[in-house]
């Protein structure tokens, strides 16, 4: 079985801390990584893509590292509308078989 | 624009009925995906179309469930008999295409809160 493992939190942080999360990944084939965000009782919605090199979004940085399999998603200057349970996305081309897994999300709780 | 559309929004039912959980993609995307989230094992991928045809079934937990796509817009899940462990959220999600060597991001319907008794 495919893992993707991510801390499930809470994360309790206060209004403008940075906070970091990480999700590992078992598969050395996987190709592609994500990041969305689910809020309460609604649907996922795409975050950012994590590319090789890292790439930024305003207060968000989501970074790969291959060698240690695992993705990071960094916030910075946290505001309450960040509070969420963030997923982590992990796609393995020419697997064959489910070629994408979700890991079970790690809970953000930014206090004011 | 209307983004996934799914229906019903909640369904109770008792054990052993059949359930049919339906989903309206984006229009003009060529892929849709079944997904199950409980607390206990996240969100899972249970089968995804390509063009009206099923790529991938193996999420699928057991013949209980089946899904069709008898056109570009609409999909149904089924689930026959139910049993009170398939209680879950049901997304179905649509995206522009799925290949093997590229992702284009999926949108999320609202889900289906089910719950068997």
């Known amino acids: 079985r495919k893992e993707v493992e991510q801390d499930p939190g809470p994360f309790n942080v206060p209004e403008g801390a940075t906070v970091a999360f990480n999700c590992t990944y078992s598969?050395?084939?996987?190709?592609?990584f994500f990041w969305y965000r689910q809020d309460c009782r609604k649907e996922p919605k795409l975050l950012m893509s994590?590319?090789?090199s890292g790439n930024e979004d305003g207060r968000f940085t989501a970074q790969l590292n291959r060698a240690s399999q695992y993705i990071s998603l960094l916030i910075r200057d946290s505001k309450l509308s960040d509070s969420a349970t963030y997923l982590c996305?992990?796609?393995?081309?020419?697997?064959?078989?489910?070629?994408?897994?979700f890991g079970k999300g790690t809970r953000l709780s930014v206090i004011a | 624009d209307a983004g996934v559309i799914q229906s019903p929004r909640h369904e109770v039912t008792e054990m052993g009925q059949e359930v049919t959980l339906r989903c309206k993609p984006i229009?003009?995307?060529?892929?849709l995906f079944w997904y199950r989230q409980t607390m206990m094992r996240g969100l899972e991928l249970l089968i995804y179309?390509?063009?009206?045809?099923?790529?991938?079934d193996s999420g699928m937990p057991e013949d209980r469930f089946s899904a069709k796509m008898p056109n570009a817009s609409f999909s149904t899940l089924k689930i026959q008999p139910s049993e009170p462990r398939d209680s879950a959220v049901y997304f179905c999600?649509?995206?522009?295409?799925?290949?093997?060597?590229?992702?284009?991001?999926?949108?999320f319907g609202p889900g289906t809160r089910l719950t068997v008794l």
């Open positions: 996305v992990v796609i393995e081309t020419n697997s064959g078989n489910t070629p994408l897994v």
């Open positions: 999600a649509s995206s522009l295409s799925w290949l093997a060597d590229s992702y284009n991001e999926q949108f």
């Open positions: 994590v590319y090789s």
């Open positions: 598969n050395s084939a996987s190709q592609s």
């Open positions: 179309f390509n063009n009206n045809v099923p790529i991938d």
């Open positions: 229009s003009g995307h060529n892929s």
